[in-house]
């Protein structure tokens, strides 16, 4: 069963830009969610998708947004990228319910 | 939800056994309690889960007092390649664990 899979792998932007990240879940798995991680703040939760809704949410500001499509394989976008979203983007996907996150190896982004 | 504590960090020589404490003084009833493990650069990886007393699988060992206000991650005779962050969450069903894995523990394995 392959696992889950990020694209990404690495990217580098500029302040002001935008990027959007992607994530394909193991099969089967219907909950998605994202996760930050800086030296500085450890893992943080940004939003948890589950059959294309938004289920949970973490303190982020606005430009971070997401989506999930029918097929479980979600996406987050960051607009008016700042330094400070130079980070390892992690998706993780569970079965509905569970609490077994299974993660991606993750998307590093660099704001320049 | 429930807010787990855990050492910063922890230092082992190779073979000894290593025993990780998270506190979770505020754990509800439906609350399971769940360890990952992460190396740099990756995302973390599920070691191992319990409810309450012990739980044991092919690489680690979780022990749960009755109170369950605490759990010890257990890696028995650790090598080089155990180094790595450990996270501690405590959730119920419903994913609540997902909203904060804190700040882990960063074991380092010594030759």
């Known amino acids: 069963k392959a696992g889950v899979t990020q694209t990404p792998r690495y990217l580098i932007k500029t302040r002001g830009q935008q990027v959007t990240l992607s994530c394909s879940p193991i099969?089967?798995?219907?909950?998605v969610s994202w996760y930050q991680q800086t030296p500085g703040q450890g893992l943080q939760f940004l939003f948890e998708?589950?059959?294309?809704?938004?289920?949970n949410k973490g303190n982020f500001p606005g430009r971070f947004s997401g989506r999930q499509f029918s097929n479980s394989r979600s996406e987050m976008n960051v607009s008016t990228l700042e330094l400070g979203d130079s980070a390892l983007y992690l998706c993780?996907?569970?079965?509905?319910?569970?609490?077994?996150?299974?993660f991606g190896e993750g998307s590093r982004l660099t704001v320049l | 939800l429930a807010k787990t504590t855990q050492p910063i960090s922890m230092d082992s020589y190779e073979g000894q056994e290593v025993n990780i404490t998270c506190s979770h003084n505020?754990?509800?009833?439906?609350?399971?309690i769940t360890w990952y493990q992460q190396f740099p650069s990756q995302g973390p990886r599920f070691i191992i889960q319990?409810?309450?007393t012990k739980v044991t699988n092919e690489v680690a060992s979780l022990f749960i007092p009755a109170d369950r206000k605490s759990s010890t991650l257990s890696l028995p005779r650790v090598s080089l390649s155990d180094t790595a962050v450990y996270y501690c969450?405590?959730?119920?069903?419903?994913?609540?664990?997902?909203?904060?894995f804190g700040t882990g523990t960063r074991l380092t394995i010594i030759p």
């Open positions: 993780a996907s569970s079965l509905s319910g569970e609490d077994k996150l299974f």
């Open positions: 099969s089967g798995h219907r909950s």
């Open positions: 998708y589950f059959s294309e809704t938004q289920r």
């Open positions: 505020n754990i509800a009833t439906n609350d399971y």
């Open positions: 319990g409810y309450k």
């Open positions: 969450l405590v959730g119920d069903d419903f994913g609540n664990e997902k909203l904060t």
